[in-house]
């Protein structure tokens, strides 16, 4: 993750969220592996009043393996074909009226969403179903708090960085 923030000069600023047009090198690495673990110390919080036995190797890996669509993710959105459509149709979005004038390009940018968008749930997923394993979670309830405060750190930390 961060050989992908260090080439395409982006930054995570939430567990689920990155930033592009970042240009301190330093700063961005200190800041994403800052989120990151700041997120893995709060759920591995969580796993432990879950499951007093968790180990934290075990809530790290989970979100470590989480991470690798996200990677994937930054390097498929830069693309410099991917990367110049994406600019044209949301400059084309400010002027509501030119939006749909190259019909092509509106396809290939919702193509290119979805695609951003399976990888995104596919990195929920790892990390859900890591999370999962390492507590040994049965409990429905505990679905709904670890999906509660994956929303809430997630917001909190794209809010201050």
């Known amino acids: 993750m961060n050989l992908a923030m260090v080439l395409f ?16 090198v330093l700063k961005n ?5 800052g989120v990151f673990f700041f997120n893995v110390l709060c759920f591995f919080a969580l796993a432990k009043i879950i499951n007093l036995k968790t180990r934290f190797i075990d809530v790290l890996n ?5 991470l690798l669509p996200l990677a994937i993710l930054v390097f498929f959105t830069n693309i410099p074909a991917i990367h110049r459509l994406n600019e044209t149709v949301l400059d ?6 030119q939006l749909f004038s190259n019909l092509l390009e509106v396809i290939g940018f919702s193509i ?7 990888f995104v749930v596919y990195a ?11 507590t040994h979670l049965k409990k429905g309830i505990y ?4 999906f509660a405060l994956l929303f809430i750190l997630n917001s909190i930390t794209q809010a201050y960085f």
């Open 143 to 146: 679905t709904a708090v670890f």
């Open 9 to 24: 000069d982006s930054q995570m600023n939430g567990l689920l969220h990155i930033a592009d047009d970042e240009t301190n």
């Open 29 to 33: 690495l200190q800041i994403t592996n």
């Open 112 to 118: 290119s969403t979805l695609v951003a968008l399976f």
């Open 92 to 97: 084309r979005a400010q002027h509501l009226e």
């Open 62 to 66: 989970a979100f470590l393996i989480g």
């Open 124 to 134: 929920v997923t790892l990390m859900y179903n890591g999370f999962k394993t390492a």
